[in-house]
Nanobody, 127 residues
Framework: QVQLVESGGGLVQAGGSLRLSCAVS????????VAWFRQAPGKDREIVAA????????YYPDSVKGRFTISRDYTKNTVYLQMNSLKPEDTAVYYC????????????????????WGQGTQVTVSS
């Protein structure tokens, strides 16, 4: 059973930074592709970052490119999302998600491609 636990959310002023953590148990992250999604009130859940099994491939939508960085620590079996230059429109519940992929470099981008989800952590950016 794969379990994901997010942490690191909170309240920050616009222009500030936060680092989210996703601790994975049940499987080594070397076998998993991991992504971060977010959902703001009244909006659909959207992907904000994904990282392949090897870490060699990452994906970011234009809305966060250059501001967010996803990384993984194999020794801690944890994936991080560093968020810089935060904007009020980044306010949302952030979810970690993962799935097993045979492809070492694949970064799925759709919610239904991920099998396991964390409980979410709230990020609020004040103006």
């Amino acid at each position: 059973q794969v379990q994901l636990v997010e942490s690191g959310g909170g309240l920050v002023q616009a222009g500030g930074s936060l680092r989210l953590s996703c601790a994975v148990s049940g499987l080594s992250i070397s076998t998993l592709t991991v992504a971060w999604f977010r959902q703001a009130p009244g909006k659909d859940r959207e992907i904000v970052a994904a990282i392949s099994r090897t870490g060699g491939t990452t994906y970011y939508p234009d809305s966060v490119k250059g501001r967010f960085t996803i990384s993984r620590d194999y020794t801690k079996n944890t994936v991080y999302l560093q968020m810089n230059s935060l904007k009020p429109e980044d306010t949302a519940v952030y979810y970690c998600a993962t799935t097993y992929t045979a492809n070492l470099y694949h970064t799925p981008r759709e919610q239904n491609e991920y099998d396991y989800w964390g409980q979410g952590t709230q990020v609020t950016v004040s103006s």
